[in-house]
């Protein structure tokens, strides 16, 4: 499927795909889509920044590559690998050929296959290259990888061609669409923000949040949608120290649908609470507020 | 550049025009204090191709996503863009071709501050929080130059030699170690083949690297911490260059009086009296009253929650002199302590009294969560907190 050349065409794409984006996010995607540049999405947490890639991937028919960025990771984990343990055991192989018959003439090319593709392990960063458009790139979590990765990552995002010595410079024939997302736990370098479109993924407003309800839970009532929403909006209003995301939303709502309840009342709330809020002392402050909360939802 | 408007001479002249109205708003962006360089103005007008450039809100929001890149820049650019292209008197009234409805729409789906400076914000909530009376938040911009040139320059020589090392911790990553836990099965293979796939002789060992921790520093620059405050900001300019000049850990810095300023990107100039200047700007409420737990509050929520502050060592230079409620002090503090490795406090009423016993309130409710209290009174006492800082494992 080809990308869409406007913005309305693409939102409508999205929502096909169980996603609503608002014209901002729509526009951004958009010009990442025809400038073939990076997305940086940041924003509060659950509030779809992930969801983003899945969805785009999804609906245009492309392959997901997803990077999850964590601490500690290395280039190695992100681009290729060779697989020691198959080169080891071909050596092997080879010797116990060459002890057996005279097959030197062979020996040449199995030396140079031992770093061939069949011994080359990919990881997300080639795959991506390899693929170029026909993959969707998610890079998750940016903010988690160290310092020196994230140069790396900008080396790899400005061209898109990766050097592996013993094969050669694989460059891709179309950059892949790329999304990159960040919780804001450490600062990322200036660099890479310039190299990025940027988008700052808000909470929605209630009525919107009630039709991203509607649209990833069909199922579930409408009159419960917007009472679960008109509390979650409401807890995002009082001082929390985790403040809900429009995840937490859905699974209330599918909590509720579990238990088979069909009014938000205050048993039914109290129960189910530890889907929303997920801290000690904000699960003091919402249940001496709980009547507050739910009434006039 | 592409073309957004067509190849006919008239055409031709109209996307001149745009053209030129696109750079004159990077240009006021720049004015606002946003860094938009010229490649982002190109990637703007790139931007504009696949759009509609005589819809308000497409140039809104491609703008948005090419010329800022941080969450903290948007209500600049918003004002920015509300006063260069929706206002009557703006700019690029005359110069774009843009219909009266596509004004009303976009005037109506963003939410711009207009012609305010976003400043004032903060100023209408105040009543509506409780903010007490007797708060002189005194908005005014306090140059640190009045400080005599000899004092500045004798601190700076002294300070520059103070490094600030925050103790370390274990990371996942690993690295090649002559005795560990983990075989290094990499290296080992490497051997191995070397010797045309022999079993290796030796086992390599990788072993776990460590890393400096976090260090965040939380500067009280309210009106009864007047004479301190400067070394202060002096002393976090410094440790924040060293940090980064032996590529060691990470340095941020907060200012607070009676509210939370972020001013590590302010201090990141490398001339002292640049980057001073620079936060004095940033810092609205220099001199002005204190309220320590709402800052802290806010440094909890806005910045530790994200993570900034897991796992560091928080330094917090303040009197404790809060006009603000103990409650919320304390719950910041307890939830600071939860989320930090270390708190230190430094306390320059202390002194040199080694029985100091904490005497205001806010000192009070804060001592259960701190860790170390030191005076940070004069350079001395500056150095025996970098002394003790790697200790405080």
Redesign the interface.
Known sequence: VEYP???AELTRHLRDGGYLAD??LA??L??SL??R?P??L?GEVGVGKTEVAKVLAAVFGRRLIRLQC???I?TSQALYEWD?AR??LQ??AL?AAQASEAAQAAEEPSIDQLFGPKFLLERPLLEAVRQGDRAVLLIDEV?RA?DEFEAFLLEVLSDFQISIPEVGTIKADSSPVVILTS?????LH?AL??R?????IGYPTAEREAEIVAVREPGAAGQLTGKVVAAVQRLRELDL??PPGVAETIDWVRTLGVLGQTELTADAARDTLGAVVKDR?DLDLVQDNLAEIISGA | VPNPVGTAPADRAAAGRFTSVLLGFGRELRAAGL?V?T??VL?YL??M???DPSDL??LY??G???L????ED?PVYDRVFGEYFLAEDGPARGQLTVSAESVAKAQA?LVLPGTEPPDQQPDEERPLLGWMASDVDALKHRSFTTCTPEELAALRRIMTRMRLTPPRRR???TQPARAGTEPD??AT?RE??RM??EPPGQLYFRRRKTKLRPLILVLDVSGSMTAYSRHLLQFAHTARHAARQAQAG?VEVFCFGSRLTRI??ELASQRVDTALEEAARTVADWDGGTRIGPSIDEL??TWG????C?GGVVVICSDGLDRGDPEVLA?AME?LARLCHRIVWLNPHKGDDPDFRPSSVGMMVAAPHIDLLLSGHDLASLEELAGTLPTLN
Request: hydrophobic share 30%.
């Open positions: 050349a406007t913005v014209r901002g526009t951004t958009l010009l025809s400038l540049r997305v940086l940041e964590y601490e500690g290395t020691y080169q080891m050596i092997r010797s903010d160290d919780n804001r736990t450490r600062e200036d923000r310039r990025c479109l940027y988008h700052w120290a985790k002392d | 860094r360089g490649g982002d990637s790139a931007a191709a696949p759009l809100l497409d929001w491609a948005r996503a090419t800022v890149s941080r969450h948007e789906e990371t996942r990553r099965l990499r293979i191995s083949m045309h796939g990470r590590t990107r909890v929520r929650r994200g993570g900034l897991r719950l939830r």
